[in-house]
T-cell receptor
Framework: NAGVTQTPKFQVLKTGQSMTLQCAQD?????MSWYRQDPGMGLRLIHY???????DQGEVPNGYNVSRSTTEDFPLRLLSAAPSQTSVYFC????????????FGPGTRLLVL | AQKITQTQPGMFVQEKEAVTLDCTYD???????LFWYKQPSSGEMIFLIY??????QNATEGRYSLNFQKARKSANLVISASQLGDSAMYFC??????????????FGKGTKLTVNP
């Protein structure tokens, strides 16, 4: 199993550009989520999905869209990039039971100029 | 309101000694789970240990143990026999959810652990 994969690993955008961060998992996990990590802070939840076709907002959803058309994929879209979205983005997945940990992808480092 | 508090921005420990990383939490949900993650300088998030709110015993995983004091709302991580490879950021996190399916994992700000030879 590849686990959780994310592409790209690093991306530079100009303010106003749009892009999609890709996330895929091959563990047949029901739950998938996107987090961002800023310096000096822990991870903050952006959006999450509890199954194909079902998404919901997390703590910091503004400026981001998600969709979940398949169990495996959960892309994160930046509609109009802003410097405040410079961060490291982690995708995670897990099974649906309470005690199950998230399995994190390697992260995408995004710089918005 | 901040739900996870890690009061130690940085900690130092000598190799082979034990170290405790503090974590306090706040929730009104009777059902919740507490997690500890390690983030080395390479950036990946590594799951270490889990404690459920209804678990009667403290969780242990190899050299990691979780000192769970429910009444005090604390979930401290204890690392025994520290190794140089333990140098990393450590995050405490909590997931609420009486339904068992809450996805809102809330993280603390982390503690940077440095293991000295």
């Amino acid at each position: 199993n590849a686990g959780v994969t994310q592409t790209p690993k690093f991306q530079v955008l100009k303010t106003g550009q749009s892009m999609t961060l890709q996330c895929a998992q091959d563990m047949n996990h029901e739950y998938m989520s996107w987090y961002r990590q800023d310096p000096g802070m822990g991870l903050r939840l952006i959006h999450y999905s509890v199954g194909a076709g079902i998404t919901d907002q997390g703590e910091v959803p503004n400026g981001y869209n998600v969709s979940r058309s398949t169990t495996e994929d959960f892309p994160l879209r930046l509609l109009s990039a802003a410097p405040s979205q410079t961060s490291v983005y982690f995708c995670a997945s897990r099974r649906g039971k309470m005690g199950e940990t998230q399995y994190f992808g390697p992260g995408t480092r995004l710089l918005v100029l | 309101a901040q739900k996870i508090t890690q009061t130690q921005p940085g900690m130092f420990v000598q190799e082979k000694e034990a170290v405790t990383l503090d974590c306090t939490y706040d929730t009104s949900d009777p059902s919740y789970g507490l997690f500890w993650y390690k983030q080395p300088s390479s950036g990946e998030m590594i799951f270490l240990i889990y404690q459920g709110s209804y678990d009667q015993q403290n969780a242990t995983e190899g050299r990691y143990s979780l000192n769970f004091q429910k009444a005090r709302k604390s979930a401290n991580l204890v690392i025994s026999a520290s190794q140089l490879g333990d140098s990393a950021m450590y995050f405490c996190a909590m997931r609420e959810g009486s339904q068992g399916g809450s996805e809102k994992l809330v993280f603390g700000k982390g503690t940077k652990l440095t293991v000295n030879p």
